[in-house]
């Protein structure tokens, strides 16, 4: 398996094989032969170390390549040099990036060889070079720094792409959240206005066929055009500068819509103001809510009531429509518009909650006066210091 050179890599590969004609400097002046074979072991160390460079740690072909290099190290040093000890760097660098066991033992394998050389001479009683002692645990105590920082260069290395890794993601799933949010936004304003064109477009529609009272379909259509109007002018001030959904028209255009859908409506609100971060997010929430009434219930009564309950504010949204039986039940309860209404409490620590009425009768007692037949709740809790401010 063949591995792909940085820049960095490539460069440092050519230092240090520049390197080795400084020893190859000192086989000048030997005998032909001697010079040939010290030559042709040079080279064939240096290419060793270059296939280190193209191959992953774990690779039987860089092991190969290191062992081939300690060999070659035990040659130059018993038939030229004991001096050539100083290139234990090379093997040392070959065996970093492999796992931290194999490059103990071959870090050992190489030490116990050269050792076992030295100790073979010594036997001999030959002469050590001037000096040799010094230079021998120099070079072992450099290949030992030198394993160690490479070893945490690599593991920054790696915490690094992992960070990078990890702000990537971070990145994307911020924007993913971010195009959610932009969606659910335009959904419920478009749903909100779109669904109270279509039913005034159907109230005109009916007082041309039934009681053909021109003036008052006039006045209907005449008021689809305004919508339709004030609906173009929100989408261009949301998409311009995302102005946040304000709770007092929220509340007044539910009203409109109830109104407009012949849906007899009892609204209270018991908040004065809400607090700043939690005025669109529960604006936005009531859009939603009164949409999926007028859409799928089939609701004739509804009730919204605002409260605060100790340190929670809540909204809660009934009607006596499909409830939990039948297609539009499903539709009104499970689909785009209550998950969007979660995901929007649950931003602001919250959770919306979709009851039969039944269960809402046991929770909550006497109101609404009518029996309702699905009740949508939402519940954020209010920090104390904002919480002093509402209500």
């Given at each position: 398996?063949?591995?792909?050179?940085?820049?960095?890599?490539?460069?440092?590969?050519?230092?240090?094989?520049?390197?080795?004609?400084?020893?190859?400097?000192?086989?000048?002046?030997?005998?032909?032969?001697?010079?040939?074979?010290?030559?042709?072991?040079?080279?064939?160390?240096?290419?060793?170390?270059?296939?280190?460079?193209?191959?992953?740690?774990?690779?039987?072909?860089?092991?190969?390549?290191?062992?081939?290099?300690?060999?070659?190290?035990?040659?130059?040093?018993?038939?030229?040099?004991?001096?050539?000890?100083?290139?234990?760097?090379?093997?040392?660098?070959?065996?970093?990036?492999?796992?931290?066991?194999?490059?103990?033992?071959?870090?050992?394998?190489?030490?116990?060889?050269?050792?076992?050389?030295?100790?073979?001479?010594?036997?001999?009683h030959d002469l050590f070079p001037q000096g040799f002692v010094y230079l021998s645990f120099g070079t072992l105590f450099g290949g030992?720094?030198?394993?160690?920082?490479?070893?945490?260069?690599?593991?920054?290395?790696?915490?690094?792409?992992?960070?990078?890794?990890?702000?990537?993601?971070?990145?994307?799933?911020?924007?993913?959240?971010?195009?959610?949010?932009?969606?659910?936004?335009?959904?419920?304003?478009?749903g909100h206005q779109l669904s109270l064109i279509t039913l005034k477009a159907q109230v005109a529609g009916r007082l041309l066929e039934?009681?053909?009272?021109?003036?008052?379909?006039?006045?209907?259509?005449?008021?689809?055009?305004?919508?339709?109007?004030?609906?173009?002018?929100?989408?261009?001030?949301?998409?311009?500068?995302?102005?946040?959904?304000?709770?007092?028209?929220?509340?007044?255009?539910?009203?409109?819509?109830?109104?407009?859908?012949?849906?007899?409506?009892?609204?209270?609100?018991?908040?004065?103001?809400?607090?700043?971060?939690?005025?669109?997010?529960?604006?936005?929430?009531?859009?939603?809510?009164?949409?999926?009434?007028?859409?799928?219930?089939?609701?004739?009564?509804?009730?919204?009531?605002?409260?605060?309950?100790?340190?929670?504010?809540?909204?809660?949204?009934?009607?006596?429509?499909?409830?939990?039986?039948?297609?539009?039940?499903?539709?009104?309860?499970?689909?785009?518009?209550?998950?969007?209404?979660?995901?929007?409490?649950?931003?602001?620590?919250?959770?919306?909650?979709?009851?039969?009425?039944?269960?809402?009768?046991?929770?909550?007692?006497?109101?609404?006066?009518f029996e309702p037949g699905w009740v949508v709740m939402m519940r954020a809790p209010v920090p104390r210091s904002e919480g002093e401010?509402?209500?």
């Open positions: 398996m063949r591995r792909k050179l940085g820049r960095g890599a490539m460069e440092t590969m050519i230092f240090f094989l520049l390197q080795l004609v400084y020893p190859a400097s000192f086989l000048f002046g030997l005998p032909a032969r001697s010079m040939a074979i010290g030559l042709a072991g040079l080279a064939a160390f240096g290419c060793l170390y270059a296939v280190t460079f193209f191959t992953p740690g774990k690779s039987a072909w860089r092991v190969a390549a290191c062992l081939g290099q300690v060999a070659i190290l035990l040659m130059l040093m018993a038939v030229f040099s004991m001096d050539y000890v100083y290139l234990l760097f090379y093997p040392v660098a070959t065996m970093i990036q492999a796992p931290l066991r194999r490059t103990l033992a071959m870090l050992a394998l190489l030490c116990a060889s050269v050792g076992g050389l030295i100790a073979v001479r010594w036997a001999m030992s720094v030198m394993i160690f920082m490479m070893r945490a260069w690599m593991a920054l290395q790696s915490t690094n792409a992992r960070l990078k890794a990890a702000q990537d993601e971070i990145a994307r799933l911020s924007q993913a959240e971010e195009r959610a949010r932009i969606g659910r936004d335009l959904h419920d304003l478009l039934r009681a053909g009272d021109v003036e008052r379909a006039r006045r209907e259509i005449g008021q689809i055009e305004q919508v339709s109007r004030a609906t173009l002018e929100a989408v261009r001030a949301y998409v311009a500068d995302m102005r946040a959904t304000d709770w007092g028209d929220a509340w007044r255009a539910a009203g409109e819509v109830f109104a407009a859908a012949g849906i007899h409506a009892s609204m209270d609100c018991e908040i004065d103001r809400l607090p700043a971060e939690f005025e669109h997010a529960y604006a936005m929430c009531l859009r939603e809510a009164v949409t999926n009434v007028v859409r799928h219930s089939g609701a004739r009564r509804c009730a919204v009531r605002m409260w605060r309950e100790a340190d929670s504010l809540v909204l809660v949204v009934a009607d006596d429509g499909a409830g939990g039986s039948g297609s539009s039940a499903r539709g009104a309860c499970g689909g785009s518009g209550i998950s969007g209404m979660r995901a929007r409490m649950a931003q602001i620590g919250g959770v919306c909650e979709v009851l039969s009425g039944h269960q809402w009768r046991r929770q909550s007692g006497m109101w609404p006066e401010g509402v209500g």
